[in-house]
Structure formats: C-alpha cells, structure tokens
C-alpha cells in the first residue's frame, strides 16, 4: 500500500490522487443530476463535462495563481479542482440564479458551464489577479474562446519583455503566466483555432491548448472533420525543431491519470519558463451523455463505439488504475463514490432551495395583492381565477408573476381601489429590479465610466501650425504612448511604416517594437489579441486597417468583446481600443460604411465616428481615460486634409454621448457624423447663400452612446424639420439616428415636416469619382432634398427646381 509518495505519478501522495478521484465522482453525478434537472423542467437546457474529468483534473494540478483559463463548456472538473467554482454556483447557474454571490459567473446571465472568475470589485476597480486562479468568462460559438487565448498569453509576453511593465504586479510577475486553452475536437475544424495557433507559433507566446477529443462533433465523426482523423497529426508540421520556433505537439490518452499528469506538468513548465506555445491532444476521451440535453448520442454512436466509450470511460480506468497499483481498495472507492452521490444530492437540493427562495418573497405578495384585489373588485371571479392560476404554476418564476400582475391590472383598469394602487407599486418595484437583474452592466457603471470623462477643449495660440490630419492623430499617440507604458499598438502595417496613412509613422523607432507591432493578416486574432491584455491591465490599441475588414472580426466583437462586461454583470472588463478608417474612398471593397452592422452587433463598445482628427486625438484621450472599450472609425479621406495642430493634443477630451453643432439654424436641422460633416455642411453654405434657407447642422460624434442631453432635440424644436444623413444603406445608420431622435427623444412633436434620411445607394460603391458621386450621398443631394422640404412648406417661395 502506498501512503505517502508517489513518485512515478509527479509527486504526488494518496490523499491527492484520491481527492482527484473523488471530484471526479463529483463531477459525474453533477452532469447526470444536472441532466435529470432539465427534465424535470428544474432548468432550460444542460450541457456537461462527463468524460473529460480526468485530463481536467490533471490540467488544474498545473494551473497556478495567476494563471489564466479560456475554455469552453465542458469544463466543469477543471473549474472546481482549481478551486474556482462550487457545486452550490454550479447548480446555481444551471437554474439561473442572479444572485452574483449564489451564481459569481454571470448572475444567471449564462446558460450553465459558461464559467468565469471576477476580477473585478464592485466599483469596477482591478483586484490583485496573481491572487486568483482567472477564467475569461466562456461564450458558446464553437472556437469562439481562442482569439481572446491568444490575447491573455501574449500579456506574458509583454510583461516578461517590456521592463516598464514590471512593476504592475498586481496583473504578473515577469510574464510568467500561463494562458490555458480548451476546445473540443471538432472546433479544431474552424477557421479561428487554425489563426490563433497559428499567430501564437508566430508570437511564441506561453499559451497551453488542450483538445478534448472524444472522436465526435455533435454527430459529426472525425473522418468528416479533421483530415487524418487526429489534430496532432494534422498539425504536425507546426511542431518546432532545434532550428526552428513552432509549436510543442503532445499526444496524450484522456483516460490514462498518470500520463496525462506528466504530460500536464512538463507542458507547463516548458510554457511558462520558456514562452513555448504548446498543444496538447488528450485523445479516447468519451462524452457518456451525449452532447447535451438536447439528443441522445445513442442516435449516432454505433453499438460498438458505445461499448469502447463504457470500457474506457475515464473515471472506470482512473479506478482501476488505483487498484491495481494498490492505492486504495475496492472498498475505499466505492465508498468514496456512494459520499460523492449523496453529497451532489444534497447540494442540488439546497441550491435550489435556495434559487427557489430568493423569488418567494415577490411571488407570495403577488399572491397576496391579487386575492385582496379580488375582494375589492367587480371582477372577483376574474381575478381568483388569475390567482389561482399562478398558485398552480409548478416551479414559479418571475416572469410568472409579472405576467399575471399585468393580465390583472388591465381588469381593474376601471376600478380605483387600493389594491390596484399596491398592484402598480409592486409591478413598478420588481420591473425595476428585474431591470438590474437583467439589463444592467453593459457600459461601465464605475468612476472610470467613458460618460464621465470630462471635457478637455484644444488649446490654440497664433502660432498654432497647420498640418496634415495624419500629422496629429501621430502627434496623439506619441503623447499617449510616452506618458502611459500600458498602451501599445498592433495591427497590420502598423509597425515599421506606421500604418498606411501614418498615424504611427516613426513611433515604432521612438517606442520600440514592443510598442508599435506589425502582425500578419489576421483581423479576428488581433482583435483576440487586444481582448485578453486588456483583461490583463494592459490598453491596447488594435488596428482593423479599413471598416469594410470588421466583418472579418465581427464575432469576436460581437459574441466576446461587445457582451464581456454585460455577461458577467460587471465581473470582468477588457477596454480594448479598435482602430479603423473609413467611409469616402472610391471602390467597392475600400469604402464602405456597414455602419447599421455594428450598431446592431456591438451594444456594449462605444462606437466613434470623428469627422477630423482633433476630435479623434480628443476620443483616444478620452476611452484611454474610462474604463470601457471603443471601435473608433477614423474618416478615411481626411488624413492630408489640414488641421491646427492644438497645443494640449496630450489633454484633450471630447466627451462621448454628446453632439456639436457645426452651424447654426432656423430651418431646418441636418444630423450627420463623420465624412458626411463636410458634404452636409459644404451643402448649407450653398442652400443659405443661393436660396435662403438656414441650415443647422449637427454632428453626432458617437453612435454609441447617442446623445445623452438631447441636443438633437433641442434644434428640432427650434426648426421644426429634420433630416438624418449618413454614408450607410438605406434603413441603416440614418434610421438608427431617426429612431433615437423621434421616437427616443420624442422629436416626432415638434414636426412641421416630414422627417427625411438621406443614404447610400443599397449596394456597394461603384469605383472612380463618378461611382463614389452617384452610389453615395452628394452636396447635390443633401441640397436637394432640404429644398424639397422647403418646397412643401412655400412653394411660392421655393419653386420647384427641376420640373
């Protein structure tokens, strides 16, 4: 009997390979408990981490604090051997409970096996990330965790490389951070794992990717997904040599403790003293439930392959492993199995328990008003009924309640009782609460919130010299990177010529290339690259070289960077800044302006249209300052337009949410942003000085936050006529500004007129001067159609043009 050392299995004792075994019977029964909850109608939908316990059990032994994961949905072993997560807010998520304290991930904002640690305070402040073993918070699209991987490894770097970062020891100790990276066998098959493995063979940065393959995606076999059937022999050509960098490739079996321990403990090691990127393929892994709760895998295994994955199933080797090697005896494991049964009983018991009582309160005084309310009402059978009704819902949740409370106050629309009165109250108090549940966190509610940054105006003298746009957008971030050693800059071109119109001409020299980086073409992982050293402390600034290349990159924005402070309810924070240009340029791939596509997708950045570069030097400054991130999109064709160079480019801020007015009005009020500012505003100097009409002309400066003082509504009110121009398709930004004026601020009121939009043409571009004049908005056109608002309201005086 072996009691205390283990030295074949890397050191470790009796006490440690049972406590292994023993979470991992945990793990199983949570996964088969967690199943039956969703059957019982308990929870939505579940989907777990059965057949994977062991290599994730090995996995956390090589995990140390401040170490950080980016995984996926099966990895609920890893996240409780590491001591991050607990059965009770295992449970707690399963059934969405949004209590941050009972479910810390994401307050029941994600569906269960979506982990994450916080490392935020509750004022949003940094807490000491060396002290937590860290996860970034799991989003589901398959591949979707690796560019944000590739981001939190290169922060080592960083750290480990660039002297003027080491006294951030709060985020690492010289770099010497692992980034762990998880992902099933079949997302290997995507496009984003073959560009993040790719970028971190470049980077050479320590970044660990274990491969869970249980020879399935979904039903998808092997033979349809990988060629070879294997990644690590697919991707062998990336395994590094004596003379060449690369990837280290490790083949290692799911099922096999010992060996998954060796090859864990070395992998890290090399990782993390060296910078090696390293893959680890853990093989003959099985999935004893299928992929979710959604099919039975039994629809598509064969019944041989279901009787491999019985024999093999990872726990029943890791037992008899024990034995064999007289660990512990038959009795001590059964027994420790029988603990594991009614433990995670007991805990699902009481978390739901739990879940259940933190709703009781509102449910049971919704039962209360509603049976009053029916004493004092004409329509008592009506209400009783309603009552009832919700009394007899199995499992109640809100929603129920609302929901009846609702149906209920539009009987009593007509009778003035009491109780109707506490129904509203009720009704009020818990929409509020629900509010904050459910809707809040997805800008920044800390002191650092981008709103709150306070205005900084240029500063100009006499002297003041007039330079190229490009000449001080440079001047901005030179100031930028001279006085915070936090911020640095990547994207394609960015480094040695920097960029392709300047903006960091000469600054990788000054900063050194640490600084100012080149990458390869690779918009999704330099977005992931930006994503996890912002979740590191770092700020950087990624370069997306034209807007048209975002939908390259749009579900990293989306899915990941967009929801990242929402879907953990201000738990983690990335402020990231993504740097891109824009809007007039002639062709069809070089000059668009997908406005309506980020609007739609990017809820959470602040989204920046300067229409010079003052006013951008102005936004760095300020979303540096705030703690959120941005997509700043710099007019393309203004870059050798001239400017004054302000004397405090290093101070200013334009505040975001908050619109200028370039011209003053009476006629009507033109709301534009961007390129469209000098067309729009080129326009109103002919309409007043050919034909009298006075043109107030606002630019918006950021889409996201819209202008939160309503100055928009304030000219509206003024000129009574309003029109919405903008570089995107028809129905797109121009009707996003419409809707957040008329039907937002309420403008439609004040209306003499009828609002117009003024747009591209709904396709893409044509090349040549005259495509960019007749695809997109024109001086001619805005002329034109602000006379014919004109024309209605006095024909006599503005006669119709051309009829």
């Not at 980016?70 to 449970?91: K, N, V």
């Not at 919700?390 to 309640?401: E, F, Q, Y």
Request: hydrophobic share 40%.
């Amino acid at each position: 009997m072996i009691t205390k050392e283990l030295s074949s299995v890397s050191g470790l004792t009796k006490e440690d390979i049972l406590r292994d075994y023993r979470l991992a019977c945990e793990s199983r029964q949570a996964s088969l408990l967690g199943r039956k909850e969703v059957f019982a109608g308990k929870a939505k939908f579940g989907i777990f981490g059965d057949g994977k316990e062991i290599a994730q059990l090995t996995m956390a032994r090589a995990f140390q604090k401040g170490d950080w994961r980016s995984g996926y949905y099966r990895d609920q072993t890893f996240m409780i051997a590491i001591g991050e997560l607990t059965w009770h807010e295992y449970f707690a998520q399963l059934y969405a409970h949004t209590d941050i304290e009972a479910e810390p991930s994401s307050a029941g904002r994600m569906m269960n096996g979506h982990f994450a640690t916080r490392s935020l305070h509750a004022d949003g402040s940094w807490k000491n990330l060396l002290e937590i073993r860290n996860s970034s918070s799991d989003i589901s699209p398959t591949g979707a965790q690796m560019p944000r991987l590739l981001g939190l490894a290169y922060a080592s770097k960083l750290y480990r490389q660039n002297p003027d970062l080491q006294h951030l020891t709060n985020f690492s100790i010289q770099g010497n951070e692992v980034a762990f990276g998880t992902i099933g066998n079949g997302a290997t098959a995507e496009g984003v794992f073959w560009e993040t493995m790719n970028a971190a063979g470049v980077l050479q940065v320590p970044m660990l990717v274990s491969v869970w393959d249980d020879g399935y995606g979904i039903s998808v076999p092997n033979s349809y997904q990988i060629t070879k059937e294997e990644i690590s022999k697919l991707m062998s050509g990336f395994q590094r040599t004596e003379t060449e960098p690369g990837l280290e490739i490790i083949r290692v079996n799911g099922w096999d403790y010992p060996a998954l321990l060796d090859a864990y403990l070395s992998a890290a090691e090399l990782s993390r003293k060296e910078h090696v990127p390293v893959l680890l393929h853990v093989a003959e892994m099985t999935q004893p439930q299928g992929h979710s709760t959604s099919g039975s895998h039994e629809r598509y295994k064969t019944k041989e392959r279901l009787a491999w994955e019985i024999e093999y199933d990872c726990i029943r080797k890791m037992r008899e492993w024990i034995v064999s090697n007289d660990i512990a005896s038959e009795y001590e494991l059964q027994e420790i199995e029988n603990q594991a049964k009614e433990y995670l009983k007991q805990v699902r018991s009481e978390t739901w328990e739990a879940f259940v009582a933190s709703m009781k309160p509102d449910y049971e005084e919704a039962l209360g008003l509603l049976e009053k309310a029916a004493h004092e009402s004409r329509r008592a059978a009506e209400i009783l009924a309603l009552r009832e009704s919700l009394a007899k819902t199995l499992n109640p949740i809100r929603s129920d309640a609302t929901a009846t409370i609702k149906k209920a106050l539009r009987l009593l629309k007509d009778d003035f009782i009491p109780s109707r009165t506490q129904l509203i109250a009720w009704l009020q108090r818990t929409e509020q609460e629900n509010a904050e549940r459910y809707n809040s966190h997805l800008y920044s509610h800390s002191d650092e919130a981008a709103i709150k940054i306070a205005e900084v105006k240029p500063i100009y003298t006499e002297t003041s010299p007039l330079m190229d746009g490009w000449q001080i957008i440079r001047a901005c971030f030179d100031a930028i990177l001279t006085r915070d050693v936090r911020v640095f800059a990547i994207g394609e071109d960015v480094g040695m010529i920097g960029d392709v119109n300047q903006g960091f001409s000469g600054l990788q020299k000054k900063h050194g290339e640490l600084r100012v980086t080149d990458t390869g073409i690779r918009e999704t992982t330099i977005i992931g690259q930006g994503i996890g050293a912002a979740l590191r402390g770092l700020r950087p600034i990624t370069e997306i070289q034209y807007v048209d290349y975002i939908p390259f990159a749009i579900q990293t924005l989306s899915d990941d960077l967009a929801s990242l402070h929402y879907r953990t309810k201000g738990g983690q924070k990335a402020p990231v800044i993504i740097r891109t240009r824009g809007h007039r340029l002639e062709g069809v791939f070089h000059s668009g302006s997908p406005m309506s596509l980020i609007l739609s997708s990017l809820r959470g950045l602040n989204v920046i249209v300067p229409r010079n570069f003052t006013q951008a030097s102005g936004f760095y400054n300020t979303i540096l300052k705030s703690d959120e991130p941005a997509l700043v999109v710099e007019p393309l064709n203004a870059y050798r337009l001239k400017e004054r160079m302000p004397e405090n480019i290093d101070e200013i801020c334009v505040p975001v949410g908050v619109p200028e007015i370039l011209r003053k009005g009476s006629d009507i009020t033109i709301v534009t942003y961007g390129a469209m500012c000098r067309i729009v505003l080129e326009a109103a100097r002919q309409l007043f000085d050919t034909v009298g009409i006075d043109v107030e002309v606002i630019d918006v400066q950021t889409l996201l936050p819209f202008d939160i003082h309503k100055i928009i509504l304030q000219s509206v009110q003024k000129t009574n006529r309003v029109i919405f121009a903008d570089e995107d398709v028809p129905g797109g930004a121009s009707a996003f500004m419409m809707d957040q004026v008329l039907v937002g601020q309420n403008a439609y009121r004040w209306l003499d007129s009828a609002p117009k939009t003024i747009a591209a043409q709904p396709h893409r571009p044509a090349y040549t001067t005259d495509g960019d004049y007749f695809s997109k908005p024109n001086i001619e056109m805005v002329f034109d159609m602000a006379y014919e608002i004109m024309h209605d309201v006095d024909p006599n005086r503005f006669p119709a043009l051309y009829q």
